[in-house]
């Protein structure tokens, strides 16, 4: 006798038609519980909590005691300056380009001889992160071509209002360097914006100091100003 296909209820009108129920294999079934395991049942979601019961409570007194945070976490971004007081942001926006949340605006300025915030043509001129949109990932420290951006361990970023959460370049600025002069100011003379980035530059010379003193002479950071030799690359007038 010819096997009769399995007769599926008719479904009403607008009624999604849900295939036949089928048993799963014996060896892909759930293991069936014992009288024991059965009447435990209940109780069974409670074992952590049961199992936690007796054991040491641990209180943390925040905000008088505050635990540290681990070396490279991702908490408040800063703007980094160089030795002399230079900024390192050149205002490419390539932080803003890689941030996923859109929480990064960027817009650069050319520098100018009376007006040289940054080492090279241009500097950041505005800069905001919203940290009402920020996920704290790091990528935007990741594609920052003059290590400028980079994150501190400050985590405390809570406030009354919206818009004090949308900090501007100078709530983002490092402090200034000790002995180093405010920006703007001629870069060290003989110098290029490799020799920044390479590191040769180890603070103000005497050049800048009188640049700071002829055009700027009230600025507050010639009280402590320490002057060093101009590196021996922009001496020579070469490049390792």
Known sequence: ???????????????????????????????????????????????????????????????FVKTPTQPRYHGRHQLNRYADGLEKCIGCELCAWACPADAILVEGG??????????????????????????????????????ALTMTNEFELAGPSREGLIYEKQDLLAPLPQGALAAPHPMVEGTDDDDYYRGDVTGPTQAQVDWMREHRPDDPSLEDVQTVEAPTTAQSGGHR
């Open 1 to 63: 006798m010819a096997d009769v296909p399995e007769r599926r209820p008719e479904t009403a009108p607008g009624e999604v038609q849900r295939p036949a129920h089928r048993e799963l294999p014996a060896e892909l079934a759930p293991a069936k519980k014992g009288a024991l395991g059965q009447m435990l049942a209940p109780v069974a979601g409670f074992g952590v909590t049961a199992s936690s019961m007796f054991r040491p409570s641990v209180t943390e007194d925040y905000p």
């Open 110 to 147: 050319d520098n100018s001889p009376g007006g040289q915030y940054s080492p090279g043509e241009r500097y950041g001129r505005v800069y905001q992160i919203n940290y009402l949109r920020c996920i704290f990932c790091g990528l935007c420290i990741e594609a920052c071509p003059t290590r």
